[in-house]
């Protein structure tokens, strides 16, 4: 499958818009579903050295997972969208684009971020991720399996989201193509990947010359 980046329903409506609350809960539902939030977890806190560094998220969304990152450091999430209501007062937000945004830490999360990118922007966010000792990252897995269990999951969700869900899959990743296109040079990082049968690919890079690897040593 070719990798096709098109524009999804979701980002482009207001916050309190009825829609996105609806594809927001149903993105909470996916998620859970798929174990991205439970698997990025367990991957930080193998990491606790670089956690405590601090942990930034990009599209931080609703700050559901990135309240949950904050119980193993300092938590900081980035997203074009306003500051959650109810986020803890000591939880950062930062309401910019990632572009411009100059924040680094220990460990970078992205769940479901980086594939609504085309190849130039990902290079952009690939030299971003120089200010970061780990970058822990869930996406779709580019696959007709995933497409297959998609469209299994559409009569469970709303318009938004069986509209961006084979979307976002016809936007995700192969096995071994995401550090190419962000760059990232096997002899400063060293990366491993998963694939999950439930449509996700798992991701994971940490900085050969930062100690303090992980306690399991495992993807």
């Given at each position: 499958m070719r990798r096709v980046v098109e524009p999804e329903i979701l980002d482009d409506l207001p916050t309190d818009d009825p829609e996105a609350q609806s594809a927001r809960a149903d993105l909470r539902l996916l998620n859970f579903l798929m174990g991205n939030d439970r698997w990025i977890l367990r991957r930080v806190a193998e990491m606790p050295d670089r956690a405590r560094s601090g942990i930034v998220e990009w599209g931080a969304g609703s700050g559901d997972l990135l309240r949950r990152l904050a119980g193993f450091g300092p938590a900081?999430?980035?997203?074009?969208?306003?500051?959650?209501?109810?986020?803890?007062?000591?939880?950062?937000?930062?309401?910019?684009?990632?572009?411009?945004?100059q924040t680094s830490g220990g460990v970078l999360v992205t769940n479901l971020f980086l594939h609504h990118f085309e190849a130039d922007a990902l290079r952009s966010l690939?030299?971003?991720?120089?200010?970061?000792?780990?970058?822990?990252?869930?996406?779709?897995?580019?696959?007709?399996l995933a497409l297959g269990l998609?469209?299994?999951m559409?009569?469970?969700?709303?318009?938004?989201?069986?509209?961006?869900?084979?979307?976002?899959?016809?936007?995700?990743?192969?096995?071994?193509?995401?550090?190419?296109?962000?760059?990232?040079?096997?002899?400063?990082?060293?990366?491993?990947?998963?694939?999950?049968?439930r449509g996700g690919l798992?991701?994971?890079?940490?900085?050969?010359?930062?100690?303090?690897?992980?306690v399991e040593g495992r993807c």
């Open positions: 900081i999430g980035v997203d074009r969208a306003t500051r959650p209501d109810g986020l803890p007062a000591e939880i950062g937000w930062r309401r910019e684009d990632v572009f411009h945004d690939g030299e971003r991720m120089s200010g970061f000792d780990a970058v822990v990252a869930v996406e779709p897995w580019r696959s007709r998609g469209g299994l559409a009569p469970f969700v709303g318009r938004v989201t069986r509209h961006d869900m084979p979307v976002s899959i016809r936007a995700g990743f192969r096995r071994g193509e995401l550090a190419g296109l962000l760059g990232l040079d096997a002899d400063d990082w060293e990366i491993s990947e998963q694939l999950d049968g798992r991701w994971l890079a940490r900085r050969r010359d930062v100690p303090g690897g992980m």
